[in-house]
């Protein structure tokens, strides 16, 4: 079993080029099977959750490979319907494959996703949504079985805001006839990402960024090249690292409006800022002083994905924070390891209090989820002597070997088999 080992306390310093989106690229790699052509994908991560994506594509017959950064998808030779149980519990995002496959081919027939243990994220809201369009949906023996030979165009009403099922119905959508609005959608950037991405294949897609959107049916779509916007998640979780270890840190491929939650709740006392249009820099002396709450909401709100990340930097920083999370009900799970390093967190239910000790210690630790692991890695570079994680697999889905990444900074890590 691999595992990272890092000896920390040194200051980060040097620069990052930050890679296309872990969350949108899985969602443009499902939209490629609706293209009548190529679909090239540019600056693509090198992570398990694109590997994983590219393989479910080669089950249901796609022409797939990569060429470097690049990720090539011909998708006509497709012929399958169903997703794979064993594949689909592996990854999350095969769920958006379900709108995609119910345009391509009027039939879908979807194992329940897996993904990180983060808490309960049930896919009514994409149901609910694909029976308002018509879809017909049998759920059985673990499988989620559609035809949307009858499927229609529809003004669709959200329970909330979620970002598959908004995703999944403008896939949905695209090829109906007519026009079909949904109402109450996400607003996070991989929203507008895919709009983008449809709208470049030739789709007539509207509203992305905004609480509505609307799809006008188009006949076909065709190949196009695409660049995926930058990793947020991945940019900011490096921010946070500067914030806890020090030295100064450029970002580029960034874009600043994406992080914008984030960089307000930096403590401005111990961290200087400074954004371009496709750049982030951070010069960070001395122990940060503590957030007093943090609460993760949807976007433009702070991110889940990077709560984990702000709990871990509020264990080295002065003062008391409360950390409440609003999104994911067990986002708290690391908590126990950063408490071997010697953290002081005390969590309630969806609320944590974290009270910053001076110093994070070395300790054998072990990545629960994606961001959790890497809080982990966060923690083991701030802190003395030497941190060992284990169960890096959970940070692979997310962020490219970190062993490769770091070192270029200054961090001292190394993976072992």
Do not use: W
Not at 16 to 26: D, F, H, P, R
Not at 33 to 54: E, K, N, S, Y
Not at 62 to 80: K, T
Not at 83 to 95: F, N
Request: net charge neutral.
């Amino acid at each position: 079993m691999s595992r990272y080992i890092i000896r920390g306390g040194e200051p980060l310093c040097g620069d990052i080029t930050i890679k296309g989106a872990k969350n949108s690229v899985l969602t443009l790699l499902a939209a490629s099977i609706l293209a009548d052509g190529r679909v090239v994908l540019h600056d693509c991560p090198h992570i398990a959750d694109v590997d994983t994506m590219i393989r479910i594509l080669q089950k249901l017959g796609c022409r797939i490979y990569r060429n470097g950064d690049d990720v090539i998808v011909d998708s006509d030779g497709i012929s399958s319907d169903k997703i794979p149980s064993g594949l689909a519990s592996e990854l999350r995002s095969s769920i958006f494959l379900l709108g995609s496959l119910l345009s391509r081919l009027k039939k879908a027939k979807v194992a329940y996703p897996g993904g990180c243990d983060i808490g309960l994220r049930p896919i009514d809201i994409h149901l609910s949504g694909l029976r308002e369009l018509g879809v017909k949906i049998v759920e059985k023996h673990g499988y989620i079985d559609c035809d949307s030979t009858k499927a229609h165009s529809a003004d669709i009403m959200l329970d909330l805001p979620s970002v598959g099922a908004t995703e999944n119905l403008v896939m949905t959508c695209v090829f109906l006839d007519g026009t079909s609005v949904i109402r109450n959608c996400a607003k996070e950037p991989e929203i507008v990402d895919l709009q983008n991405f449809l709208n470049a294949m030739g789709a007539k897609v509207s509203g992305a960024g905004t609480g509505v959107i609307t799809v006008e049916g188009v006949k076909r779509l065709h190949g196009v090249e695409y660049t995926p916007i930058p990793d947020r998640i991945v940019a900011g979780t490096y921010l946070i690292g500067a914030a806890m270890c020090g030295g100064e840190l450029t970002l580029n491929n960034v874009n600043p409006e994406h992080l914008s939650s984030l960089i307000a709740k930096l403590p401005k006392s111990t961290c200087k800022i400074t954004c371009a249009r496709d750049k982030i820099n951070i010069i960070c002396k001395g122990r940060c002083e503590s957030i007093p709450k943090v609460e993760t909401t949807y976007y433009p709100g702070f991110p889940t994905d990077l709560q984990t990340q702000i709990l871990t930097l509020q264990t080295v920083s002065k003062g008391t924070s409360v950390i409440v999370e609003n999104i994911f009900e067990t986002r708290f799970k690391t908590v126990p390891q950063l408490l071997k390093m010697g953290a002081d967190v005390t969590v309630n239910g969806r609320t944590a209090v974290v009270r910053g000790v001076e110093k994070l210690t070395g300790a054998e630790v072990s990545a629960t989820d994606l961001r959790g692991g890497a809080s982990l890695v966060l923690a083991g570079m701030s802190a003395l002597g030497e941190t060992s994680i284990d169960n890096i697999y959970h940070i692979d889905r997310g962020y490219e070997d970190l062993s490769r990444i770091l070192p270029a900074i200054g961090v001292k890590i190394k993976r072992t088999d």
